[in-house]
Each structure stands twice: as C-alpha cells, then as structure tokens.
C-alpha cells in the first residue's frame, strides 16, 4: 500500500524559499497512470491546488502562485519536492503530497482524482 | 481558468438523513470531477472520481451524479462518521485543478 509522507521545515522566514519533500513508500514514484501534486490548506480554509509533476519531469502549476513554485522529482530517492520562493505570511498553511491517477485515451490524458495523500506538514510564515 | 462552486456552504443534519450537496463548474468538464471528505485534522479522502466512480473501500451510501457543469454528492443515510467537509475539484483542465470552496456537514 502506497504511503506518502512530508517533511521539511515547519518555520520560514518572510522573503525565504519555503521547501518540502515528499517520500513514496510501498510502491515506485516511477509507476504507469499516476502524476504526483502538492495541495495547501490555510487553517480554517478551503484547499488550494499548487502543481503537479509526472516522473517524466513534467509540472503544471497553479498560475496564481506565478513563478515562485517549482516542483521537481527525484526518482532514485522515490520523492518528489516542492519550493516556494518569496514566501509571505499568505503562504502560512498545511501541505499536502497527493498521488492522483490518469489513463490516456486517444494520445490525450483524462486526469482522475487525488486516492493517496499525505498526513500534511503545517509551513508558518514568520520572522 | 475553471472556477468551481459549491452549495449550500454548510448545512446541518441528523443521523439518517438524506443529504445532497451541489458543485458547479464555471464551463463544461465533462464527467472530470472528483468529491474528497475532510474530518478536522485530517488529510482529505477521495470518495467519487469521475464524476461517478465509488473509490474503493468507500460505503455505497455515497454517490456521485451529474457531467458538463452540475454535479451532485448525495449521502442517503448520513451516519455519524459522516460528519466532516466536502469539497469538489475539477481534473478537466490544465494547469490548475481548481478545488470548490467546501461544504461543512454537522450535527443538527
């Protein structure tokens, strides 16, 4: 059963990158259909879709978050990473690793739902 | 982009009820849209993808309706451990797979 799991510093400071690592385990980062995300959850808000990365290399991400956001992955660790630049005290929030799955049909992708998740690593934005 | 929207905010209902809640896409997705549960502290819970499709393990009291822009989370007999948020996400369109702001379930 595929486990997800973030870490990465719960404090950063204003203007600094914001960065977290997500570590696969019981089953291969690299495996068909699946697409790799990263979510945030401001406490007492709603869930905010940052970007997603395939083991191709691949990333989409959120256009609100412009280019602060990289996401990279790192198949010989089985993780895959998100930094933030620029950090301000709107970045303050949990974040989530997800797994989501996708089949293609035609050459074209149909993407599906996120069905593993992390438990979630609290980030405070703070001097 | 695709902005999703969901009704009511939050409602409150008993054990037993029947409970539906709408989400709205802002343009046609298709059948690409998932449900996800949210109890406090807790990492969300896929429930329906595609619109439709159960994920495994979940109770066949949920169910998922609806394609284009209109969808439907319906709960036939809430039980107690039903009692948490609920939030759409539309997989339809790139870059941003853009969540509905959620709708809180609780006890009346």
């Known amino acids: 059963q595929v486990q997800l799991q973030e870490s990465g510093p719960g404090l950063v400071k204003p203007s600094q990158t914001l960065s977290l690592t997500c570590s696969v385990s019981?089953?291969?980062?690299?495996?068909?259909?699946?697409?790799w995300s990263w979510i945030r959850q401001p406490a007492g808000k709603g869930l905010e879709w940052i970007g997603r990365i395939y083991t191709s290399g691949s990333t989409n991400n959120n256009p609100s978050l412009k280019s602060r956001v990289t996401i990279s992955v790192d198949t010989s660790k089985n993780q895959f990473s998100l930094k933030l630049t620029s950090v301000t005290a709107a970045d303050t929030a949990v974040y989530y690793c997800?797994?989501?799955?996708?089949?293609?049909?035609?050459?074209?992708?149909?993407?599906?739902?996120?069905?593993?998740w992390g438990q979630g690593t609290t980030v405070t934005v703070s001097s | 982009d695709i902005q999703m929207t969901q009704s009511p905010s939050s409602l409150s209902a008993s054990v037993g009820d029947r409970v539906m809640i709408t989400c709205r896409a802002s343009?046609?997705?298709?059948?690409?849209l998932n449900w996800y549960q949210q109890k406090p502290g807790k990492a969300p819970k896929l429930l329906i993808f595609a619109a439709s499709s159960l994920q495994h393990g979940v109770p066949s009291r949920f169910r998922g309706n609806g394609s284009g822009t209109h969808f439907t989370l319906t709960i036939s007999s809430l039980q107690p451990e039903d009692f948490a948020a609920y939030y759409c996400q539309q997989t339809y369109s790139a870059p941003e797979f853009t969540f509905g702001p959620g709708t809180k379930v609780d006890i009346k």
């Open positions: 343009q046609d997705i298709n059948s690409f």
């Open positions: 019981g089953g291969s980062i690299t495996s068909d259909s699946y697409y």
């Open positions: 997800a797994r989501g799955f996708y089949r293609v049909r035609g050459g074209i992708g149909e993407y599906y739902g996120l069905d593993v």
